[in-house]
């Protein structure tokens, strides 16, 4: 027999498998997911949630599809944080320190408290890359907020309003787009194939034979 | 750590040759010994686990027996419901949003067409989130189109549509500098030069990534993209069923609240259907890598509306699946791993292949070594073999994990394992949907304005497909299904929407006397414990 812990989920008690996720939990305990579930492996943010183990003052925040179930933990999902989302053409924003200014500036309310860090279930240094996006350091901000799966557990941490995960997806693409080095080779690349030059060759290579097609992919040489 | 004893001596093993591994490359399989270890091991040959299909329009196709159910099921809906209020007036409806929905509004919004995406679940629920190791193209020197034809024909055992794949191949490059310019951020050296890797069956190395977050990346982007362009995104909404006017062609759909169960009428001009795969149907009893969402509704809604399928009973199972510990039991463990240095490891710590073969080959090869080889590791789920992920900084030098791969890294680490010191176990898992819904160049369905793309799509990828190839195709085939529903668009003049096509299936399942007691789409997989579909 396998054995079981009390979980409270939304503050009612169920005995479920020691080794289930919450989210595991939540299906054992009855439920019949549809909002709060996504991915169910850590990389959609869907399932944020909060929890306190009786006894414990402190609370903690996780995603319920990666986090195992623990004796008399009480159990509140956020399936949806009302996120703010500046709206913006990314053809004719810049990497500017303004455009924070513009599009979030509540950031510069930012009080220090680090509930945002000590919040990610990512365990991501939140509070730093907020910082970054601050001082319009993009680059630093994207990389240090490249794990983020949005899941809004930050912002529900946040006394100054703060919608983080969009703030750093803003520095992403200022990033990606106006800050990263150009690509030659790529752009080369989508020249050469406008303009038909790899067209012969592979319009050659379709009209093989399928005996020739075969013999050609079974002694094709493999870069090293 | 390791606490189980057995798991934890073959650690040993696997620790005491790594030195010895390393320096060897496993040769690769010639096509016969290819051949002969899929038709033993690969599930798709195991004929017990398919049925043929009596109604519909690819009736005589074989399909996995847990598709056979639902493409002949029953709609959710009467065919005889009020259709006269339309909830949505639209050109184009984008049912889907995942990377090929988001990628289709975003093209169909750029040509001037009225459009709108519904989704099931949220916005970037979709398995494009869960993409981890890159996306194909061939944009460096000594690579070309023609190579990354012939890899992916080959690797799909000379299957694809032909017209499908040179298409794909060709738009490669440009796909990369579109996602480029709308800010995905991918790994690149200082110089501006892609940073790219073999994948399995590559035969240059021209795989492209954004960390092993390639997927996630290119979603959270698109997603972004679609809010900025004022793109309606109803989330929550599934469609039920398409809706067909009196000439046959798509001019909507019926959608379901996904929370109150409220029914809704969308009517458009053009359909683009890009609801993806099929994971969560669990074929054949195995874990899967998909999201939630993975319940084949494309297929249904598509099939029921008279569209042909190509290729339903190929399915991938990646070859590297997590197998432990129980809690990620199925996750997708990517491909990235060995394209960085890892090799796939037995019991006994050898190393029994070469760890980039195609993900079919590599899939019979482990389940081979795990069952009538008996050189799997017995874990509490069943049998499986290694992927020594610590080769890897050996080769490359400490931090090379944290960099390349830190979603691995994470998932691992959650439960205790730290993957630069430990090796990890693997079995394969239920992947990816090799076929799907028959299309033409255009992406056009056999049904007139019914478009399709993503994962739902049969035929680009032939019988298997490669590492980074669906990245692409959701993509070059989503945003050129985009263009071609909204040019298309321009040109209809709306019909009489109507059910009658869910009305003459009924009538020739009763015919046929097939009653699998179930309704479809699927819509969410049954994972409570009082077992009640949803």
Redesign the interface.
């Known amino acids: 027999m396998e054995q079981m812990v009390n979980v409270y989920l939304y503050g009612k008690r169920y005995a479920v498998p020691a080794?289930?996720?919450i989210m595991?939990a939540m299906?054992?305990?009855?439920?019949?997911?549809?909002?709060g579930?996504?991915?169910?492996?850590?990389?959609?943010g869907?399932c944020a949630t909060l929890y306190r183990i009786a006894g414990d003052r402190e609370l903690h925040a996780c995603l319920a599809c990666?986090?195992?179930v623990e004796d008399n933990m009480y159990v509140a999902t956020l399936p949806f944080f009302p996120l703010v989302?500046a709206?913006?053409?990314?053809e004719k924003v810049r990497p500017s320190q303004q455009i924070m200014m513009q599009l979030y500036p509540e950031i510069y309310a930012c009080v220090g408290c680090n509930a945002c860090t000590k919040a990610c279930t990512?365990?991501l240094n939140v509070m730093q890359y907020i910082a970054y996006a601050q001082r319009g350091e993009y680059e630093k901000c994207?990389e240090e907020s490249?794990?983020c799966?949005?899941c809004g557990v930050c912002s529900s941490r946040c006394p100054a309003g703060i919608s983080h995960p969009q703030v750093a997806?803003l520095a992403?693409?200022?990033?990606?787009?106006y800050l990263?080095?150009?690509?030659?080779?790529?752009?080369k690349?989508?020249e050469e194939?406008k303009e038909g030059r790899?067209?012969a060759?592979?319009q050659?290579?379709?009209a093989q034979s399928?005996e020739e097609?075969?013999r050609?992919?079974?002694t094709?040489?493999?870069?090293k | 750590m390791y606490q189980d004893p057995v798991i934890a001596a073959s650690a040993e093993l696997v620790a005491a040759a790594r030195e010895t591994n390393i320096h060897i490359d496993p040769p690769r399989m010639t096509a016969q010994e290819k051949e002969d270890l899929l038709k033993t091991y690969h599930p798709d040959y195991r004929e017990d686990q398919f049925e043929v299909l009596r109604v519909g329009p690819s009736k005589g196709q074989k399909v996995p027996r847990e598709l056979a159910a639902l493409l002949q099921g029953r709609s959710r809906i009467s065919p005889s419901m009020d259709l006269r209020k339309a909830d949505y007036e639209t050109d184009v409806l984008v049912i889907g949003g995942g990377g090929a929905g988001a990628s289709a509004a975003i093209e169909a919004h750029q040509a001037g067409a009225k459009v709108m995406v519904v989704t099931k679940l949220r916005m970037g629920d979709a398995n494009t989130m869960m993409a981890e190791g890159g996306i194909q193209a061939a944009d460096k020197p000594g690579d070309s189109p023609a190579q990354h034809f012939l890899d992916a024909y080959g690797g799909g055992h000379f299957a694809a549509q032909k017209d499908l794949l040179a298409k794909l191949v060709t738009e490669a490059p440009e796909a990369i500098q579109w996602l480029s310019n709308l800010g995905v951020e991918f790994d690149k050296a200082p110089d501006g030069t892609m940073i790219t890797t073999h994948g399995g069956g590559t035969s240059r190395k021209r795989m492209h990534a954004a960390k092993d977050y390639s997927g996630a990346e290119i979603m959270r982007t698109l997603r972004d993209e679609v809010i900025n362009r004022g793109i309606p995104v109803i989330d929550f909404t599934s469609a039920v069923e398409l809706l067909l006017d009196e000439s046959g062609r798509c001019a909507g759909a019926v959608l379901m609240n996904m929370e109150t169960r409220e029914l809704l009428i969308a009517r458009a001009k053009t359909v683009v259907l890009a609801t993806g795969g099929a994971g969560r149907l669990h074929y054949q009893g195995f874990p899967t890598s998909n999201h939630y969402g993975a319940t084949a509704d494309g297929l249904v809604l598509g099939y029921r509306a008279g569209a042909r399928l190509l290729y339903p009973d190929t399915l991938q199972y990646h070859p590297t699946g997590a197998a432990f510990p129980a809690q990620i039991f199925g996750a997708l463990v990517t491909e990235k791993v060995r394209s960085v240095g890892a090799m796939l490891i037995n019991a006994k710590g050898q190393a029994f292949m070469n760890p980039l073969e195609t993900r079919d080959v590599s899939a019979a090869a482990i389940i081979r070594e795990c069952s009538d080889r008996g050189n799997g590791v017995k874990t509490p789920a069943g049998y499986a073999v290694w992927l020594d992920t610590p080769m890897i900084e050996r080769k490359h030098g400490p931090g090379t994990i944290e960099k390349r791969i830190p979603a691995m890294m994470r998932m691992f680490g959650k439960y205790g394992i730290d993957i630069r010191k430990e090796p990890i176990l693997v079995y394969p898992t239920l992947h990816y949907q090799n076929g799907g819904l028959k299309i033409s160049v255009d992406g056009q369905s056999d049904v007139e304005n019914l478009f399709v793309a993503g994962e739902a799509v049969g035929g680009i990828h032939g019988r298997n497909r490669l590492m980074g190839n669906s990245l692409l195709d959701i993509i070059v085939f989503g945003r050129s299904a985009g263009r071609h529903a909204a040019a298309k668009a321009a040109g209809v003049t709306p019909g009489r929407a109507a059910l009658s096509h869910v009305e003459a299936f009924h009538a020739a399942l009763d015919q046929a006397g097939v009653d699998t007691g179930v309704v479809s789409p699927k819509l969410l997989p049954t994972y409570n414990s009082l077992g009640k579909d949803f």
């Open positions: 080794s289930a996720t595991e299906e054992f305990a009855g439920y019949q997911l549809v909002r579930c996504g991915c169910r492996n850590g990389f959609c869907a990666s986090t195992k989302k709206v913006y053409d990314i990512q365990g994207a490249f794990d799966v949005m997806m992403r693409r200022l990033n990606g787009k990263a080095p150009i690509c030659e080779h790529l752009d690349r989508v194939i790899y067209e060759l592979l050659e290579l379709m399928p097609l075969r050609l992919y079974n094709r040489d493999i870069e």
